[in-house]
């Protein structure tokens, strides 16, 4: 395997194993919501005005899959949605105290992630953050130049 294989594999390997290791927290502390609605409620709450189609470019997802997120959040009274009294089109979304309350629990539990991974970050430095740092910039560059190949628009420009 080449490195460049090995360094595919290890981020594939990293993100799964952070997932299991999370996944057992997340659904107790977020009472079995599911991980799309809790990034979207955190997309909600920091996002100015969130509508759909920056909901979706937020989170890399469709419109008509956030359409069905931000319904089914609706429902669980965790968000609402509303409209400007000069833009009666377009609506938006704002988290309701329930929303929030998910929010700040899925908040701290990454900060308790964060502490938990903090003897492997505290020995990596600077020079070692600004190469990781560089390689994802231009991997993030790439992908987004092969996402607009393919006719598919995630960010507004």
Not at 39 to 49: L, T, W, Y
Not at 96 to 115: C, N, P, S, Y
Not at 126 to 133: G, K, P
Request: charge should be negative; hydrophobic fraction near 30%; charged fraction near 35%.
């Amino acid at each position: 395997m080449n490195k460049e294989e090995q360094v595919l594999m290890g981020f594939r390997e990293l993100y799964n194993k952070m997932s299991w290791l999370n996944k057992v927290k997340m659904e107790v502390g977020l009472n079995g919501h599911k991980s799309s609605e809790v990034h979207c409620i955190e997309s909600i709450g920091r996002i100015v005005d969130p509508n759909v189609t920056k909901l979706a470019e937020s989170l890399y997802m469709t419109r008509g899959a956030i359409t069905k997120i931000t319904k089914k959040l609706m429902q669980k009274e965790l968000i609402e949605s509303y409209q400007k009294p000069d833009n009666k089109k377009e609506i938006y979304f704002r988290l309701t105290e329930q929303g929030k309350e998910i929010d700040k629990v899925h908040a701290e539990l990454h900060q308790e992630f964060r502490e938990r991974d903090k003897v492997v970050f505290e020995q990596v430095t600077e020079e070692q953050y600004d190469s990781m740092l560089h390689f994802i910039e231009k991997y993030n560059v790439h992908l987004d130049t092969e996402i607009k190949k393919q006719g598919i628009e995630l960010k507004s420009e």
